[in-house]
């Protein structure tokens, strides 16, 4: 019997905290209108104080596995996706395992930026396809903020907060994924890079003297790699899956900004409202982006069994991720898990 990987649990959290372009402008020099035309960003969500990347991952993933309807105790696996955990150590996968009561369930830790949930829901379908695992959670949480040099414009007004996780379990049904494509062009890490505090540049007086615990970009070489990597990944995942863009139900992007967003959108030759949005209210939260947009995307439009969802990433690294994934029919697999022992 065949196996597949259903997402049949997910969920988004977003802190209370709304710092819009008309804060930012109170803080560095830059305008609401600079913000908006070229980023599309109208505002983005901050953790308040206490709020941490695991804090809020926890609240996404009992989101997740509420909708699941599944008890965390039957997970046999966590994969956490940030770029910003908690602690260098211990992993924040772990942290979220203990918080979530999820005894049973090994735990690690995935770190390739705002790629990070593509990367991390590929191998969690690696993991229940090959029959190692039944019932994973992939979560992706960043805090953002507290890696920002809120006296650099060039990066403080793209960045949020926020989590989003997805369950998965294996199914006999057929659904899933269709194709994944992985990316690193490890060459040009450099563009987007948090210097210090790693074992190359520990953290030293000089170290935070100079900034360099604190995001820096290259914005302009940035763009232009998203804008290639994004077209070329998402068409490379199409065809992998024998699909053309017309098989696809809805485009799930990475929110980093609307014009890298829209450019791939035209060059899948795809109309405006086939491609979910939501940068304008959340800024770019890395690895959570992904997430958080199904999430919305699965409570606002009407996604049903067999529509064929697009996935598409770019991030530090330099890292690209797409797949496609085929949606399953998730309440006949909750009650099939539920009518009796698991089967498969
Ligand atoms: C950052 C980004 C929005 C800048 O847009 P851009 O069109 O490339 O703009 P440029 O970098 O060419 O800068 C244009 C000017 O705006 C200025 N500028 C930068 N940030 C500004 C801000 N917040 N407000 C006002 N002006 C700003 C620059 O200093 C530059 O001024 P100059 O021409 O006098 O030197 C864009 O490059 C981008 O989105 N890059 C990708 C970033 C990203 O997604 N990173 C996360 C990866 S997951």
């Given at each position: 019997?065949?196996?597949?990987?259903?997402?049949?649990?997910?969920?988004?959290?977003?802190?209370?905290?709304?710092?819009?372009?008309?804060?930012?402008?109170?803080?560095?020099?830059?305008?609401?209108?600079w913000i908006r035309a070229r980023t599309g960003i109208a505002?983005?969500?901050?953790?308040?104080?206490?709020?941490?990347?695991?804090?809020?991952?926890?609240?996404?993933?009992?989101?997740?596995?509420?909708?699941?309807?599944?008890?965390?105790?039957?997970?046999?696996?966590?994969?956490?996706?940030?770029?910003?955990?908690?602690?260098?150590?211990?992993?924040?996968?772990c942290i979220v395992q203990e918080r979530l009561g999820a005894?049973?369930?090994?735990?690690?830790?995935?770190?390739?930026?705002?790629?990070?949930?593509?990367?991390?829901?590929?191998?969690?379908?690696?993991?229940?396809?090959?029959?190692?695992?039944?019932?994973?959670?992939?979560?992706?949480?960043?805090?953002?903020?507290?890696?920002?040099?809120?006296?650099?414009?060039?990066?403080?007004?793209?960045?949020?907060?926020?989590?989003?996780?997805?369950?998965?379990?294996?199914?006999?049904?057929?659904?899933?994924?269709?194709?994944?494509?992985?990316?690193?062009?490890?060459?040009?890490?450099?563009?987007?890079?948090?210097?210090?505090?790693?074992?190359?540049?520990?953290?030293?007086?000089?170290?935070?003297?100079?900034?360099?615990?604190?995001?820096?970009?290259?914005?302009?070489?940035?763009?232009?790699?998203?804008?290639?990597?994004?077209?070329?990944?998402?068409?490379?995942?199409?065809?992998?899956?024998?699909?053309?863009?017309?098989?696809?139900?809805?485009?799930?992007?990475?929110?980093?900004?609307?014009?890298?967003?829209?450019?791939?959108?035209?060059?899948?030759?795809?109309?405006?409202e086939k491609v979910f949005i939501n940068v304008d209210r959340?800024?770019?939260?890395?690895?959570?982006?992904?997430?958080?947009?199904?999430?919305?995307?699965?409570?606002?439009?009407?996604?049903?069994?067999?529509?064929?969802?697009?996935?598409?990433?770019?991030?530090?690294?330099?890292?690209?991720?797409?797949?496609?994934?085929?949606?399953?029919?998730?309440?006949?697999?909750?009650?099939?898990?539920?009518?009796?022992?698991?089967?498969?």
């Open positions: 019997m065949s196996r597949y990987a259903a997402v049949t649990g997910w969920g988004h959290y977003s802190p209370s905290r709304v710092l819009t372009n008309h804060d930012l402008e109170q803080m560095v020099e830059t305008s609401d209108e505002e983005r969500r901050l953790a308040t104080e206490g709020e941490t990347t695991t804090s809020m991952a926890v609240v996404a993933a009992q989101r997740a596995l509420e909708r699941a309807r599944m008890d965390a105790i039957d997970l046999d696996l966590v994969i956490c996706a940030s770029t910003t955990p908690d602690y260098l150590l211990p992993a924040a996968s005894g049973n369930a090994g735990a690690f830790d995935l770190n390739t930026a705002c790629t990070g949930f593509l990367y991390a829901l590929v191998t969690a379908s690696q993991f229940i396809r090959a029959g190692t695992y039944d019932r994973v959670l992939v979560v992706a949480a960043e805090t953002l903020s507290r890696f920002t040099n809120w006296k650099d414009r060039n990066t403080c007004v793209l960045f949020g907060d926020g989590a989003g996780a997805v369950v998965l379990e294996a199914t006999d049904r057929d659904c899933g994924l269709l194709s994944a494509v992985l990316g690193s062009q490890g060459d040009v890490g450099h563009l987007l890079a948090i210097e210090a505090g790693g074992s190359a540049n520990p953290t030293s007086e000089e170290t935070l003297s100079n900034g360099h615990h604190y995001i820096t970009m290259r914005g302009n070489e940035v763009f232009r790699f998203a804008v290639r990597s994004m077209e070329h990944a998402a068409s490379e995942a199409l065809a992998k899956a024998g699909l053309t863009s017309h098989d696809i139900r809805m485009v799930i992007p990475h929110q980093a900004n609307i014009r890298i967003i829209r450019a791939t959108q035209e060059a899948l030759g795809l109309p405006p959340y800024g770019n939260t890395s690895a959570a982006s992904v997430p958080i947009a199904l999430s919305e995307c699965l409570s606002s439009e009407a996604i049903r069994p067999g529509d064929n969802l697009l996935f598409v990433a770019f991030g530090g690294g330099l890292t690209w991720a797409s797949a496609v994934l085929r949606w399953a029919d998730v309440d006949a697999i909750i009650g099939q898990r539920e009518e009796g022992p698991y089967a498969i």
